[in-house]
């Protein structure tokens, strides 16, 4: 069993940057694949950052590719995502999730936390 706790959201101005963290409970936590994923009001849940359960492997969305960086500190059972010149269209509520494949696919994924919101303002 997998917990996942999310932090770091809040509301910034355009161009600005946000840190989130997925905190994981588990000990099993390092052999999970962690993805990070968006939904704005009226839209669905997209992909927004996936990262292999060693770190070796990072997948982005085109949309925040070159602005967003995903990474884990398995010690620490945390994942990050670094995220710069935020647009507006960043604004969403963000959640990380695990699974056992490193996967863009929402339904790959079996533990989920309850999301932290980003908002950005122009």
């Known amino acids: 069993q997998v917990q996942l706790v999310e932090s770091g959201g809040g509301l910034v101005q355009a161009g600005g940057s946000l840190r989130l963290s997925c905190a994981a409970s588990?000990?099993?936590?390092?052999?999970?694949?962690v993805g990070w994923f968006r939904q704005a009001p009226g839209k669905e849940r997209e992909f927004v950052a996936v990262i292999s359960w060693n770190g070796m492997i990072t997948s982005y969305a085109d949309s925040v590719k070159g602005r967003f960086t995903i990474s884990r500190d398995n010690g620490k059972n945390t994942v990050l995502l670094q995220m710069n010149n935020l647009k507006t269209e960043d604004t969403a509520v963000y959640s990380c999730a695990a699974g056992r494949i490193t996967s863009v696919n929402p339904r790959s994924y079996d533990y989920w936390g309850q999301g932290t919101q980003v908002t950005v303002s122009s």
């Open positions: 588990g000990r099993t936590f390092s052999s999970y694949g």
